[in-house]
C-alpha cells in the first residue's frame, strides 16, 4: 500500500512505532486499549466538514471527559494512532502511536493533529481503511486488553475489495469496529447511498460491543466525536433489552457495491 504523500506501507508502520519504542526500553507498552481512529478525508465531504471533523477529534483529547476516561481504566492508560484514508490504496499515518496515560499526554497528542494539514483524496474505500488499521494494530508493539477501529465515513465502499470479507477478518482477529457514519447532506451522488447508518450497521460495524453514532448535522459532529471516545475507551457497552420488536428493518445488502470505474489499483 502507499501513502497519500508516497509513503510505502511498512514505512508507515515504523513511523506509528516511534513514539513508543523511542521511550518503552524495547518493552511492549501494556494498555487498556490500542484504538486505531480511521477518518475518511475523501472529496465527497466539503471542506468545512473535514475542518470539523479534525477539530472535533482535537477537543475530544483536549477535553476533561476523555481523559478522566483513561485514567478511570484498569491501567490507566492507552494507546491511539490517527490516520486518515480514503481509495483503497490511500491511507496515511497522521500521528503515529502514542501512550496516553497523563493529561499532558492527551493535550500533546491533540497538539500534533492540531497542527497536521489536512488533506483530501478520491474514492472511499472502507475495505481498505479497516485492512490498513489491521496493519497498524498487529505492527504496533502494543500488549492491549481490546483492540478497536474506529471507522469515521460519508459513504459506502465504492473502491477495494468487499467491505464484509475486510470487516469479517478483522473481528475474527478480536478486533472491534465502530462507526461514525456521516450524513450531513442529502445523497445526490453515483457514490451516495440511503441510510449511511443502516448501511454501517449492516455491513461496517462488528465485534464485542461494536456501536455507532450516526451524525445528521454539522453541530452534532465535534460532540458525537467526544462521545464515541469516550465510549470506546470506557468499554461501556448498551445493555441488550429483555423485549424485542417482532419486525425490524430489512438487513441491507452489503454486497451490492456502488459502481465505480474500475482501476489498477483496486485491491
Not at 479534525?54 to 475530544?60: F, K, L, P, S, T
Not at 423485549?243 to 483496486?266: F, G, H, K
Request: proline share 7%; with cysteine; net charge negative.
Amino acid at each position: 500500500m502507499v501513502g497519500l504523500r508516497g509513503f510505502s506501507f511498512p514505512r508507515l508502520i515504523m513511523a506509528g512505532m516511534f513514539v513508543l519504542t523511542a521511550s518503552s526500553a524495547d518493552a511492549a507498552p501494556e494498555v487498556d486499549l490500542a484504538l486505531v481512529l480511521a477518518v475518511d478525508i475523501s472529496q465527497s465531504m466539503e471542506t468545512d466538514e473535514q475542518e470539523l471533523q479534525r477539530e472535533g477529534y482535537v477537543d475530544a483529547f483536549r477535553s476533561p471527559e476523555v481523559q478522566r476516561a483513561i485514567r478511570q481504566g484498569m491501567l490507566g492508560r492507552i494507546a491511539v494512532v490517527y490516520a486518515e484514508w480514503s481509495g483503497a490504496t490511500e491511507q496515511e499515518v497522521v500521528v503515529p502511536w502514542t501512550v496516553i496515560e497523563y493529561p499532558e499526554d492527551a493535550l500533546g497528542f491533540a497538539e500534533r493533529l492540531a497542527q497536521s494539514p489536512i488533506q483530501r483524496a478520491g474514492y472511499t474505500s472502507v475495505s481498505g481503511a479497516i485492512d490498513f488499521s489491521v496493519g497498524l494494530l498487529r505492527a504496533s508493539g502494543i500488549d492491549s486488553t481490546r483492540r478497536v477501529i474506529d471507522i469515521s465515513g460519508d459513504g459506502p465502499n465504492n473502491q477495494g475489495r468487499a467491505i464484509t470479507a475486510a470487516r469479517n477478518e478483522a473481528v475474527a482477529q478480536g478486533i472491534t469496529i465502530n462507526g461514525l457514519p456521516i450524513m450531513l447532506k442529502q445523497p445526490s451522488g453515483a457514490h451516495d447511498i440511503e441510510n449511511l447508518d443502516l448501511y454501517f450497521r449492516d455491513c461496517v460495524i462488528g465485534g464485542p460491543g461494536a456501536f455507532m453514532i450516526p451524525v445528521r448535522g454539522k453541530h452534532q459532529l465535534a460532540e458525537a466525536i467526544k462521545a464515541k471516545i469516550v465510549r470506546e475507551i470506557s468499554d461501556v457497552r448498551a445493555p441488550e433489552g429483555l423485549v424485542r420488536p417482532t419486525q425490524t428493518t430489512p438487513p441491507t445488502n452489503c454486497l451490492a457495491e456502488v459502481p465505480r470505474p474500475s482501476t489498477p489499483t483496486d485491491q
